[in-house]
């Protein structure tokens, strides 16, 4: 089965920290662009970070950047999302997606529905 996992959400306080992790089973997540998106209630969903294969290029949205990284194993074939200073409007659930492309650079937010791979969802609650 062709799966994508997400996990290592939970509860945090404002201003800590979460890793987050997205692995693929039943498929490698090479040649393949990764992105991180989140949905909080009542919101649409909303792409904030992407990473390529080749050269581990990343971009991200303006609301998380500085503060949240992407990175990946190509080892544990695992894409992270580490984040920091986390305020309690990053609630929300977080989904990782990927799409079988090689491509120099990667684009936040996509518009082209191009993700097929999508997980499950892991929460994230930022709340003192």
């Known amino acids: 089965q062709l799966q994508l996992v997400e996990s290592g959400g939970g509860l945090v306080q404002p201003g800590g920290s979460l890793t987050l992790s997205c692995a693929a089973s039943?498929?490698?997540?090479?040649?393949?662009?990764v992105g991180w998106f989140r949905q909080a209630p009542g919101a649409e969903r909303e792409q904030i970070s992407c990473?390529?294969?080749?050269?581990?290029?990343?971009n991200y949205a303006g609301s998380v950047k500085g503060r949240f990284t992407i990175s990946r194993d190509y080892a544990k074939n695992t894409v992270f999302l580490q984040m920091t200073r986390l305020r309690p409007e990053d609630t929300a659930t977080y989904f990782c997606?990927?799409?079988?492309?090689?491509?120099?650079?990667?684009?936040?937010?996509?518009?082209?529905?191009?993700?097929?791979?999508w997980g499950q969802g892991t929460q994230v609650t930022v709340s003192s």
């Open positions: 997606a990927a799409v079988g492309e090689l491509v120099p650079t990667c684009t936040v937010p996509d518009t082209s529905g191009r993700y097929y791979y």
């Open positions: 039943g498929f490698s997540l090479d040649h393949h662009i």
């Open positions: 990473i390529t294969y080749q050269e581990a290029r990343t």
